[in-house]
């Protein structure tokens, strides 16, 4: 006689067990779409005959649009079989149901995912949990406002080229400005009563050319003149580490100094080296990592810069300027800089305009 044999699957998975063999069996889009319509159930006993059919339209909008975007994360049809994220879909299920805001159901499917990528993070699930709550509740105007504020805070570009840079960010806030931001002080008593954000009458925001010339060093620190005597040694100590004298390019606030190009000192270990190789009988260029040695050698580099202010303080004038003449840089720094009053966003703010900034930019990083 053949002994039955036994096997204990993931949370995730569902065991079939037969006299000669064990098939572990996941989530499939199929058997999500079914857990998703067994969750669907426990809402019909809240509504009226008349308004079941209007969440049904809603709930199955919301179905046809989180499901592909949950597919196409990789293992996240999985979280279909935990018990903690069932009860927050019959949350955002209530809440599609309840709004009429077609673009909630965007924000609500960027918050699921989340909860897929962060779970395991219990302030962030706390987080999650209480911004699928509110969706439906809070106004276009301070969803836009509570989204531009964490993207000052959260988003900065990773280019050294200056004006690219520039560039970069007046897109990113072209597309989170996608309404007016809101003014006064009740888009902030609102977010407050929603625990999006905690209000405090002491201190206050930098201002945004303050902010970004400190978050952006690299922009606006001096360089090097060209030409001087610390040019030359800068080009010794490269040279040593075999590192071309263009690492330096011009300043493009000063084009009489030179700088390395990076955002922030932090980030020279982040510069690609270009390295020559023959692969089948052609020659190829290919990004390499620079050594430690190099990284310091870069580091001996940016000590060399002039360490006169009034050079930087030019140059954050002209970073400025140029941030003026980007239509919605200028937009947004009128709207930061009359916030006169300390802000802080909570982990429930946190999540929702993370949420919301992906769903108007797909290209920005998931949530720390």
Not at 74 to 96: C, H, M, N, R, Y
Not at 108 to 116: A, V
Not at 118 to 140: L, M, Q
């Amino acid at each position: 006689m053949m002994n039955k044999q036994s096997q204990k699957g993931g949370d995730s998975s569902t065991n079939i067990q037969t006299e000669q063999m064990i098939v572990q069996v996941g989530i499939d889009e199929k058997r999500a779409r079914e857990i998703y319509q067994e969750m669907n159930l426990q809402l019909k006993k809240d509504y009226t005959e008349e308004a079941l059919k209007i969440a049904n339209t809603r709930v199955l909008e919301f179905e046809n649009l989180l499901m592909p975007k949950m597919e196409s994360v990789e293992g996240a049809l999985e979280i279909f079989a935990d018990p903690s994220f069932q009860i927050l879909l019959v949350d955002a299920q209530k809440t599609v149901a309840s709004t009429e805001r077609t673009a909630d159901y965007e924000l609500l499917s960027e918050l699921l995912i989340h909860r897929f990528q962060r779970g395991e993070n219990r302030i962030v699930r706390a987080g999650i949990s209480r911004a699928v709550e509110i969706v439906d509740k809070i106004s276009d105007d301070a969803l836009i406002g509570l989204t531009a504020f964490h993207a000052v805070s959260s988003f900065l570009p990773s280019t050294g080229d200056i004006f690219q840079g520039i560039d970069r960010l007046d897109d990113l806030f072209g597309k989170i400005l996608y309404g007016s931001l809101p003014s006064g002080m009740d888009w902030l008593d609102h977010l407050d009563i929603l625990d999006a954000v905690r209000l405090s009458s002491f201190g206050g925001l930098k201002k945004i050319e303050q902010y970004y010339s400190e978050q952006l060093p690299g922009y606006v620190d001096a360089g090097i003149r060209k030409d001087s005597d610390d040019y030359n040694k800068a080009l010794e100590i490269l040279k040593a580490e075999a590192l071309s004298h263009t690492i330096m390019v011009e300043h493009a606030l000063n084009p009489n100094y030179v700088r390395i190009p990076v955002p922030d000192r932090q980030q020279i270990g982040s510069i690609s080296l270009i390295q020559q190789v023959i692969h089948e009988g052609s020659l190829i260029q290919l990004p390499v990592a620079p050594s430690e040695e190099q990284k310091d050698a870069m580091n001996s580099v940016y000590d060399l810069y002039d360490k006169d202010p009034s050079i930087k303080t030019e140059n954050i004038r002209l970073l400025i300027e140029n941030i003026d003449k980007r239509k919605n840089l200028n937009t947004l720094k009128e709207w930061w800089n009359s916030l006169n009053v300390g802000i802080q966003i909570t982990a429930v703010g946190k999540v929702l305009a993370h949420s919301n900034a992906q769903r108007c930019d797909k290209n920005l990083p998931p949530l720390n």
